[in-house]
């Protein structure tokens, strides 16, 4: 008997080495999975980053964590609905990720190609409808809910090529490898980007609470907060318009055949020159034609429905 009690202690000793080994395997592959799913999905995490923050900007002062704190909530929210739905999709129907992934990318396109051409003053801006404050009232509730859900949408849509991208990087990895991967990355998305963008957002108050310090150092560190603020946001724009267009045509050219020829186009040029074509002036251009295209149809439905 105790034999055999001594033979099930070694088995189950077996057992649990040969189990924490395969743990270990497991966050090892779950981890290095994550790096290489965010260095696939950073042209859309900076794009997140500098696109937001242009939502929030004209919020009243004293609502915009909590307004932010909103659009952080629905953006982990839609990426708990999104991630079991790209696995099922990874599992029973994978062709509909080239779709989905070429769909987003070309949004991405336009808006980037929208937000150029109104910079440029070749399309009209359109009017902000979004008041951030009532008249002789207190209650912000109606004006935050249009902010937050403006925000939201373009989230969502980026959410969606954040998750795209990540399940396709790990489409042949097991179950729980790209369950871990999708939500590790789904977590720092999230609360990486809304942490910068909230830091970017308070920064001019910091700039007024050190300006009121007696030392003259935080004073002047302070004033360069407050003057660097608005110049931050345009940049931002800038950036953030640069972004999607990078990314709307990458996505575009990986994901058509027909079009991967683009990607070795200029590698016999000099220096750094084929990478900044393959990441830069390649997708830039593909995005322009897509957006210019879907612009152009767009103002011609207008025109023909108006």
């Known amino acids: 008997m105790s034999g055999l009690i001594g033979y099930i202690g070694a088995l189950a000793d077996d057992l649990s080495a040969v189990a924490a080994k395969v743990a270990a395997g497991s966050l090892d592959d779950i981890a290095n999975q994550t790096a290489k799913s965010l260095s696939k999905t950073a042209g859309i995490l900076i794009d997140d980053t500098a696109t937001i923050p242009q939502y929030v900007s004209n919020t009243a002062a004293k609502r ?23 696995i099922l999709i990874t599992y029973f129907a994978p062709w509909i990720m080239a779709p989905i992934l070429i769909l987003g990318g070309s949004y991405l396109a336009y808006e980037g190609t929208e937000s150029l051409g109104e910079k440029l003053g070749l399309i009209k801006p359109h009017e902000n409808t979004h008041e951030h404050s009532i008249p002789n009232t207190d209650d912000l509730t109606a004006a935050e809910d249009q902010t937050v859900n403006s925000a939201v949408r373009t989230d969502t849509i980026l959410s969606i090529e954040i998750v795209a991208l990540t399940i396709a990087s790990v489409a042949t990895e097991s179950l729980s490898t790209q369950l871990g991967v999708l939500i590790i990355v789904g977590l ?38 407050i003057r660097a603020m608005p110049k931050i946001l345009k940049s931002l724009g800038w950036i953030g318009m640069v972004a999607m267009l990078m990314v709307g045509g990458s996505i575009i050219i990986h994901n058509i055949d027909q079009l991967h020829f683009l ?4 590698h016999d040029l000099p220096s750094i020159l084929p990478l900044a074509m393959e990441l830069f002036f390649v997708p830039i251009g593909i995005s322009l034609t897509v957006g210019s295209l879907i612009t152009m149809s767009i103002l011609k439905f207008q025109q023909r429905y108006a």
């Open 188 to 225: 720092i998305a999230t609360f990486a980007v809304y942490g910068i963008v909230g830091m970017i957002i308070k920064m001019d108050d910091v700039g007024f609470y050190l300006q009121e310090k007696q030392n003259k150092l935080y004073q002047a560190i302070g004033s360069f907060l």
């Open 64 to 86: 915009e964590l909590p307004v932010i704190w909103k659009i952080t909530k629905k953006s982990l929210r839609n990426k708990a609905i999104m991630i079991p739905i790209a």
């Open 263 to 266: 990607v070795i186009l200029g």
